[in-house]
């Protein structure tokens, strides 16, 4: 069983375009994170979510909206896709908050690529 | 200064090497650190902890130097399976923050 998993894996849109990604944790763990890992390799945190509530929100346009309708469950939804949204997105979770020695598990990441 | 930083390498060694990597961090705050290794086109999959005192898992060892603010990961008898890109992450109260991370090529 895929302990983390995102849908889609490869995403490829115009411009403008609105789009989702979703995630599933089947750890049972309380807390997800979405990050973006552009062409330089560099991963950023971008939100993080504890049983559902919002608690980390990075600088990220607000065209980026996480919804977390349960905590197994963190969907990103993009609007007004723009040519520097294009890179790997991971999702992942652990098992408490940021901080602690959790060890974080990353789903399989979601290539977009913004035309 | 960056929050965390890396030496982006590339690091070439051959098989059987010793290769040391280092990571400096800027929050003297940081309460949790960790080495995480990624496979090109992979996700990032924990390495290790790294504890206060040091720790070591196999041919891996890591360590934490608190007042100057770097960790370190040295891989003893390199394999051609240790070919990846090691990120470092250094955590604080709801913060995570990752290394560019270095890439390592073991080679025959």
């Known amino acids: 069983d895929t302990a983390v998993s995102q849908t889609p894996k490869y995403l490829v849109t115009q411009m403008g375009n609105d789009k989702s990604i979703k995630c599933e944790q089947n750890?049972?763990?309380?807390?997800m994170y979405w990050y973006k890992q552009d062409s330089k390799k560099f991963l950023k945190i971008m939100f993080s979510?504890?049983?559902?509530?919002?608690?980390i929100n990075e600088t990220v346009p607000n065209r980026f909206s996480p919804k977390s309708p349960d905590k197994a469950h963190l969907n990103l939804h993009i609007n007004s896709l723009e040519l520097g949204d294009s890179a790997v997105y991971f999702c992942?979770?652990?098992?408490?908050?940021?901080?602690?020695?959790?060890?974080?598990?990353f789903g399989p990441g979601t290539r977009l690529t913004v035309l | 200064r960056k929050e965390v930083e890396q030496d982006p390498g590339p690091f070439n060694v051959p098989e059987g090497a010793t290769v040391a990597f280092n990571c400096t961090y800027s929050?003297?705050?940081?309460?949790?650190f960790f080495w995480y290794r990624q496979d090109c086109r992979k996700e990032p999959k924990l390495l290790m902890s790294?504890?206060?005192s040091g720790n070591e898992d196999g041919r891996f060892t890591a360590q934490l130097n608190r007042a100057s603010q770097y960790i370190s990961l040295l891989i003893r008898d390199s394999k051609l399976s240790d070919s990846a890109t090691y990120l470092c992450?250094?955590?604080?109260?709801?913060?995570?923050?990752f290394g560019a991370g270095t890439r390592l090529t073991v080679k025959p």
């Open positions: 992942a979770s652990s098992r408490g908050l940021a901080g602690a020695y959790n060890e974080q598990f």
């Open positions: 750890l049972g763990h309380d807390t």
């Open positions: 979510y504890n049983n559902k509530e919002l608690i």
């Open positions: 929050n003297s705050a940081s309460q949790s």
């Open positions: 790294v504890y206060s």
């Open positions: 992450v250094v955590n604080g109260y709801n913060d995570m923050r």
